[in-house]
């Protein structure tokens, strides 16, 4: 006779996702280049600002 053998069973497993989608990407990416388009203007500012003072000073 023949004997039988134990059957072979797979686990089909879910990838895991990436929880951060597009919109998420685009929105951090945004607020990282609103960021640094704020620290450039409050920057010209204060050296506009000094540079204005300065040329008051000198005259």
Request: charged share 10%; glycine share 10%.
């Amino acid at each position: 006779m023949i004997q039988q053998q134990k059957p072979i069973i797979v686990k089909l497993m879910e990838t895991p996702h990436d929880p951060t989608g597009l919109a998420d990407v685009l929105i951090g990416s945004l607020g990282l280049t609103g960021a640094i388009v704020l620290l450039a203007v409050v920057t010209g500012a204060i050296f506009a600002g000094v540079l204005f003072w300065y040329r008051s000073r000198t005259s």
